[in-house]
């Protein structure tokens, strides 16, 4: 995302949580020859719902005079066999926003394998 004005990351957090659950939201100062203003990099857990957010979000008004630019990032490095794994607040946050459970335990309650 190009941000033409301040580094609003609350709003944009507010806007794009609309399509799906976000990973991260990052905002940055544009690089000095690209002029005043800022970029963002907002993560999806879902490349579906990063989707559906570039085709509704691309040069429109969100929360500022001037349209903002979406456009879908790629991986430029794809590095096969190292993909890192979730650590375990991240996957009750997907399991929360998709369960709709708030109070995920990680007690193991009774082992049933031992008992065979």
């Known amino acids: 995302v190009h941000l033409p004005g301040g580094p609003p990351q609350h709003s944009l957090f507010t806007v794009f949580s609309q399509f799906g659950l976000?990973?991260?939201?990052?905002?940055?100062?544009?690089?000095?020859?690209?002029?005043?203003?800022?970029?963002?990099?907002?993560?999806f857990y879902s490349?579906?719902?990063?989707?559906?957010?570039?085709?509704a979000c691309d040069q429109k008004q969100l929360f500022q005079k001037s349209p903002v630019k979406v456009r879908l990032g790629t991986r430029?490095?794809?590095v096969q066999h190292q993909a890192?794994?979730?650590?375990s607040s991240r996957c009750q946050e997907l399991a929360n926003y998709y369960f709709g459970f708030n109070?995920?335990?990680k007690r193991i309650l009774e082992d049933h394998y031992h008992s065979l």
């Open 22 to 43: 976000l990973y991260s939201v990052r905002v940055f100062p544009n690089a000095a020859v690209a002029g005043p203003g800022f970029y963002a990099v907002i993560k």
């Open 47 to 55: 490349a579906k719902d990063a989707h559906r957010a570039q085709k």
């Open 76 to 78: 430029h490095k794809v």
């Open 84 to 87: 890192l794994p979730l650590n």
């Open 103 to 105: 109070g995920w335990s």
